[in-house]
């Protein structure tokens, strides 16, 4: 995919100078932070499913065979992990 950023002349250069000198093009700069971003975002998004699931798990309750949960239920029944 292809995208436009918009960013001051002189910053666009001055960065573009530095990635030239450590090997590399603007563009693979802004990539590769990209990358990284979307790299820490799928770790985070991961940690707070994971620690839900713990969660989940922690407090669940069984339930007889064949039980069908309603909403009056859920007004009814205090949570576990609320005591």
Sequence with gaps: MNITLAAPPNVIQNVRCWAEEQGTSLNQYIRDLLIAK??????????????????????????EPGYKYSRADAAE????CDK
């Design 38 to 63: 979307d790299r820490e975002i799928r770790l985070e998004r991961k940690s707070l499913a994971d620690e839900f699931y713990s969660f989940a798990m922690a407090n669940s309750i069984e339930m």
């Design 77 to 80: 029944r205090s949570m576990e």
